[in-house]
């Protein structure tokens, strides 16, 4: 439920309605959209009565939400948002394709790499400078020298830079370097993160929690909507079921849902969805088949000798193969890949 302040209400109505909430038991989140405040109202709501607070002074309107979450909910805004990154638009009419190693490991394999991703026709350069690895022994990645050398290949190459950022601490890092921050998986209900990233006003690539439904991920976004941030990419990477033949099971289906239920841009990441290199190519066919924005891949020069996960990383030859499909499945359908010079891009007037 949600209490919508009228625009004239002071900070002291705002924190009288506060206060009573919380003497009803309830626990309160305040955002500001626009020049309105907006309380969102948590806990116990099925023993609420809305009259308790409807008539106090600064109050708009109470909404009871049919969904817990509202600014990313496709009846809030009927259009679909499209984030710029650089030159780049995703969730517009073109498919845009993120691609590049798990992790930074030198400069000369992210380099290799980043040109791999350029000369196939990808849009965006992603690596890990700060990996969220299973196990404190594996790779952590290089720390700031890693973003070093991302933005040297943004340099090099001009594709935009995806990278994770694991705390709150680490944003104005990230920041300065990174054109979109990836909130990974094992983050997404890290809420002082989540903070941290709406507050900062970046583009966020936010993957879905691997045991979480496609409502939390939505709640998720909803975090870094209501603290100012609408550039929220969402992104299924595949969940947990007790299927074992592959890492996680793709939700194929999270994408026409996600279609319907909000505004947001749709990424798929096909390679932690499936963990196997070999099925990369089919899972990104069926994303972009059923209308995902965009694909995140993973993508080594030298996937044997990779730090990690270079059992699902694509070679350069891989790569290359896998977008003139993505291409002509996406003409298929309708779709562009961006730059595509295949498909329904070839009837196309330049
Ligand atoms: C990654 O993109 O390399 C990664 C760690 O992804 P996820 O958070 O989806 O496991
Ligand atoms: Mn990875």
């Known amino acids: 439920m949600i209490i919508a302040m009228k625009e004239t209400a002071s900070q002291s109505d705002i924190e009288y309605v506060i206060a009573r909430a919380h003497s009803l038991g309830l626990e309160t989140h305040v955002s500001r959209k626009k020049n309105q405040t907006l309380v969102g109202l948590m806990g116990n709501l099925a023993a609420f009565d809305p009259t308790a607070l409807a008539g106090l002074r600064g109050v708009g309107e109470v909404i009871a939400l049919e969904r817990p979450f509202r600014l990313a909910s496709r009846s809030f805004q009927l259009e679909r948002t499209i984030i710029p990154i650089g030159d780049l638009q995703v969730g517009g009419d073109q498919v845009i394709v993120m691609a590049g190693p798990c992790a930074v490991e030198n400069r000369d394999q992210l380099m290799d790499s980043a040109w791999i991703v350029k000369e196939a026709g990808g849009h965006m350069l992603r690596g890990g400078a700060f990996k969220p690895r299973t196990s404190p022994y594996s790779f952590q990645g290089l720390g700031e020298e890693g973003l070093r050398i991302l933005a040297e290949a943004r340099k090099e190459t001009g594709l935009p830079i995806v990278t994770e950022v694991m705390s709150p601490e680490q944003v104005p890092l990230v920041c ?165 010079r295949l498909g329904t891009a070839q009837a196309e007037p330049s």
């Open 176 to 340: 300065r370097y990174a054109d979109v921050l990836q909130l990974g998986t094992r983050n997404m209900q890290n809420y002082a993160l989540l903070h941290a990233v709406g507050e900062s006003g970046a583009p966020v690539l936010l993957k879905r929690g691997m045991m979480s439904n496609v409502q939390e991920l939505l709640m998720s976004a909803e975090y870094i909507l209501s603290h100012g941030n609408p550039n929220v990419m969402l992104c299924e990477r595949g969940i947990r079921t007790f299927e074992t033949v592959t890492r996680n099971t793709l939700d194929i289906n999270a994408v026409p849902v996600l279609r319907e239920m909000t505004h947001l841009p749709v990424i798929v990441d096909p390679s932690h969805a499936t963990g196997k290199a070999s099925l990369v190519k089919a899972a990104s066919k069926a994303a972009v088949a059923a209308d995902a924005d965009g694909l995140i891949i993973e993508v080594h020069p030298d996937p044997e000798n990779a730090l990690s996960d270079g059992y699902q990383s694509l070679n350069q030859e891989q790569f290359t193969e896998l977008m003139g499909d993505v291409e002509r499945i996406a003409a298929a359908v309708d779709r562009r890949v961006l730059g595509a």
